[in-house]
């Protein structure tokens, strides 16, 4: 019988680190959770919880709007 390969848990950074804040300025860490084409990622990607998944996403669109972050790849 075979053991099935489970994948590990990912631990949220801003769970672990109280000190780091989600800024909408900050577009280095923002791109972290962006995929190659532009895309939000979810929650089972980013392993965040999800109260910092909505922090995250309403970054991310408030960043867009201000043009620092693209609304798609180019």
Known sequence: M???FRPRKKI??????K???????DVNM????ISE?????PRRVTGLNAKHQ???T????KARQVALL???AE
Do not use: E, M, W
Not at 37 to 41: C, H
């Open 37 to 41: 084409r532009g895309k939000i990622l």
């Open 19 to 25: 000190t780091k804040v989600i800024d909408y300025k």
């Open 12 to 17: 949220d950074p801003f769970q672990k680190d």
């Open 2 to 4: 075979q053991r099935r």
């Open 30 to 33: 923002l791109k972290n959770y």
């Open 54 to 56: 909505r922090q995250i």
């Open 70 to 72: 693209p609304y798609s």
């Open 58 to 61: 309403d970054a991310i669109k």
